[in-house]
């Protein structure tokens, strides 16, 4: 017997939980491409989406994932050649750095481990290092999902600015843009690179770069960019054709006019960034309760570095494997694995686990994931402590 027939619920860190508002606005006919309701549509998603960036300045969307943004964003910036720093605090910070590596650019890492922020003194000695002005750009990932890290990108602004540097500062804000807050303009961010299947609450397939006019003045002498992630015909289009750079995804786009209109129209950013600090404080309560005793314990120690779209957890091998497929099984939960947590083939991978609280999410689907959690170290013996449930009720209760 199992108790997993009903409604499944993905509590990963993406692609997370799509509403069903979202879900019916798909289902619709093709639209007539060539008719002015659908670029009218556009114009509007546009002007939402610099909302939800906190920026006055333009955002090229990209029928891609999150690693297509990323390629974007350094080819229409950088040369082969050209050097950037990569400020890595978790596995998507490499692998943006790798996709720099392979446009022919040269990469300098300062790598923080699975555990921690950005380093502030450690970031400023690279940059007084570089009297050259040889560093181009700085990459940073805003919130790192395999590690559940929130990094400080207004402070990564200050560091370069007492500095005197002028590289530009790229953010990746995947996870992070409409979960956790991001103000594009007033932390002096030149480029932030996102996408749709997390905090916007919409399937995988759209992807969106934003950037200023320092970061454009840079396109001037990119000579990565190629015709098809060129960001200028997409945001000073000939014709709406051009957008896209070919036919649009026409029904990615009505999902993000419903999504956006639920997110800036109805709940509004500032809110939606205080119901997503609200429930991470829930996630967090009754992990630090069940940690009091026994393996587990959260990834990020420090609360204000921690994300608020998604948590990650050590419990020991093989407890975060046989947990996982314990929810999962008995009762139709989907936890994340430990993404870039351990060597792939090491059985410390198995004491891994991650919780998305992200996008489409209430109390009673946080509260949910909890309880079966709970469900499962009781079920599998995992020593732990006691009262994780009503701390986190408590929280909720709570104004």
Known sequence: MSLSHGRPYLAIPGPSVVPDRV??????????????DIERMVEGIIAD??????TAHDVAIYISNGHGAWEAALANTLSRGDKVLVLATGL?????AAIA??????VE???????????????????RADGAGEIKAVMAVHVDTSVSVKNDIAGVRRVMDAVGHGALLMADCIASLATDRFEMDAWGVDVMVAASQKGLMMPPGLGFVYFNDKADAAREVADCVSSYWDWRPRVRPEGFYHYFAGTAPTHHLFALREALDMLVHEEGIEAAWARHEKLARTVWTAFEAWGQVGPMELNISDA?????????????????TALRDWVSER???TL???LGMAPAGDPAWHGFFRVGHMGHLNAHMVLGVLAVIEAGLVALGVEHGEGALEAAAKVVATA
């Open 304 to 320: 204000a570095k921690r994300s608020h779209a998604v948590t990650a957890v050590r419990i020991g091998a093989p407890n975060g």
């Open 336 to 338: 994340g694995v430990g």
């Open 331 to 333: 009762a139709g939960v």
């Open 92 to 96: 998507f910070g490499q692998g943006w």
């Open 109 to 127: 890492v300062i790598d923080h481990g699975n555990r921690s922020g950005i380093d502030m003194e450690r970031f400023e000695a690279a940059l």
């Open 49 to 54: 989406l610099k909302l939800v960036g906190r």
């Open 23 to 36: 879900l019916r606005a798909m289902h619709q006919p093709s639209p007539n491409i060539y008719a002015s």
């Open 101 to 106: 590596r392979g446009l022919g650019v040269e």
